[in-house]
């Protein structure tokens, strides 16, 4: 990264999460871009599927968001939802309230953790986030209460199966196609190319959503005396 930004002249960038395994290199980071003019994204693509883009000009005020499932690497992808979560309430003055912790295990890649558990987020305005990565689920379900509306959704072979209450009473039953990441991916950059908007964050901001994050999956994976810095995440 650091040899592409000072040797290669960009206009755009898209680069993957989980960013940097060292706080060391946010910092490093931020300084490097201080003064580079060309935009950076972040690939958390949730926020270009369609019903999430629907459900953001809804929102007024707080909002209250639960994701529960099983397996779906919360350590690895909780900053899919902390970016969501972000681009729905238009800030990044989120902190953790709460973390739960029942098991740490071994990732799919070497020298990499994961961990089964629950973290609850709050911001600003006082909206919440709660995911939770437990054996206990048989399927992926989201709920999300905004004002007095209230969208349940359950995420099951590539499908989101939406139904929204309004005051308790049934008002909208919709099926949303979860696009292919690879074909979600293609368009998006074809869209930054072309200079059209896009919903991905921007480095900066997703430097601030990451060191949230950060600290918190250290203390996870090692003790809080524990002078390690590398955090074992992908």
């Not at 973290?119 to 054996?135: A, G, R, T």
């Not at 430097?207 to 918190?216: N, Q």
Request: glycine share 2%; aromatic share 14%; net charge positive.
């Amino acid at each position: 990264f650091k040899k592409i930004v000072k040797k290669i002249k960009f206009r755009h960038m898209l680069i993957e999460k989980f960013l940097f395994n060292e706080k060391k290199n946010y910092d490093d980071c931020l300084e490097l871009i201080k003064n580079v003019n060309s935009k950076i994204f972040v690939h958390c693509p949730r926020t270009e599927w369609k019903y999430f883009k629907d459900l953001k000009k809804f929102i007024k005020g707080k909002i209250k968001i639960e994701y529960t499932g099983y397996n779906w690497r919360i350590a690895s992808n909780s900053i899919h939802f902390l970016d969501l979560f972000s681009f729905l309430i238009n800030s990044e003055e989120i902190r953790l309230k709460k973390i739960k912790v029942d098991d740490k295990i071994q990732s799919k890649r070497n020298n990499y953790m994961e961990f089964y558990g629950k973290l609850n987020f709050v911001s600003n305005n006082n909206s919440s986030l709660m995911i939770d990565d437990n054996k206990k689920y048989k399927s992926s379900y989201m709920k999300i209460k905004f004002a007095n509306f209230i969208d349940e959704i359950k995420i099951n072979k590539g499908q989101m199966n939406l139904i929204r209450y309004k005051a308790k009473r049934k008002i909208l039953e919709k099926n949303y196609k979860i696009p292919l990441t690879s074909k979600l991916t293609g368009k998006i950059i074809k869209n930054i190319f072309e200079n059209k908007k896009v919903n991905l964050t921007e480095l900066r901001k997703s430097i601030k959503l990451h060191m949230i994050l950060f600290p918190v999956l250290l203390e996870v994976f090692y003790s809080k005396k524990s002078r390690r810095k590398f955090l074992p995440v992908t």
